[in-house]
């Protein structure tokens, strides 16, 4: 299919930070926040892809009132802690990346907080690939909302939006996108346009 521009999400279609994420909590609970809870790799896993809000009502609730600003202090210590450990990225990124910039523009749109995606790009090399980003952490907006954006920001006129889970795929229908559902990942999805079971095999959908 022809596309002139891929928004990719982050967590779990390009790499896994989830162990990082869980040790740098940890970190910051017990150090800041008398530990009250001691996330885990798994518990990481399952509040991938939402919004700061979601995450503070999913799993710190034991910090009452004060959820929301304890995980808001997590996610900012977080972002230090992933610019020197960083994530497992998955194998074929960066063929997958060198491949299509030629043809077309790469983009990311993810609901983490602001300085997550420039951890990313700084960690791994990959900023001379991505043109643009966004994050709710920055608008405000939705997944949906900040997916318009970018095509907006860049004149796409037939972008496509690679996720892993059922809220990126509803995000992408939102946002008028197709979606291409990265298996491989942290969730499932209901009715993509097409089904990759590595990074690579975008390839075989995607013109280049």
């Known amino acids: 299919m022809y596309a002139d521009g891929v928004i990719f999400d982050l967590d779990g279609t390009l790499w896994d930070s989830c162990r990082s ?3 740098s909590w940890r970190l910051t609970l017990e150090e800041k926040h008398r530990g009250l809870i001691r996330p885990t790799e798994a518990d990481i896993r399952g509040i991938m892809g939402m919004t700061a809000r979601q995450i503070a009502h999913s799993l710190f609730s034991p910090y009452g009132q004060q959820a929301e600003a304890v995980c808001l202090d997590c996610l900012m210590e977080e972002c230090k802690y992933i610019a020197v450990h960083g994530g497992r990225l998955y194998p074929g990124i960066a063929g997958l990346f060198s491949t299509l910039k030629p043809s077309k523009g790469l983009y990311i749109a993810s609901n983490c907080q602001d300085g997550y995606i ?3 790009l700084e960690y ?3 900023g001379k690939y991505i043109s643009d980003y966004e994050c709710s952490g ?3 907006l939705s997944k949906a ?3 318009r954006l970018i ?3 860049n004149a796409l006129s037939a972008p496509l939006y690679v996720g892993d889970t059922a809220m990126d795929e509803e995000s992408a229908a939102k946002a008028g996108v197709p979606f291409i559902h990265a298996a491989y990942g942290f969730g499932r999805a209901a009715a993509p346009l097409a089904v990759i079971h590595s990074p690579l095999e975008l390839l075989d959908i995607v013109e280049v």
Request: proline content about 0%.
């Open 138 to 140: 920055v608008t405000g």
């Open 151 to 153: 095509s907006r920001r």
């Open 21 to 23: 994420v869980a040790e």
């Open 145 to 147: 909302e900040n997916i």
């Open 118 to 120: 420039q951890c990313f």
């Open 124 to 126: 791994t090399g990959f």
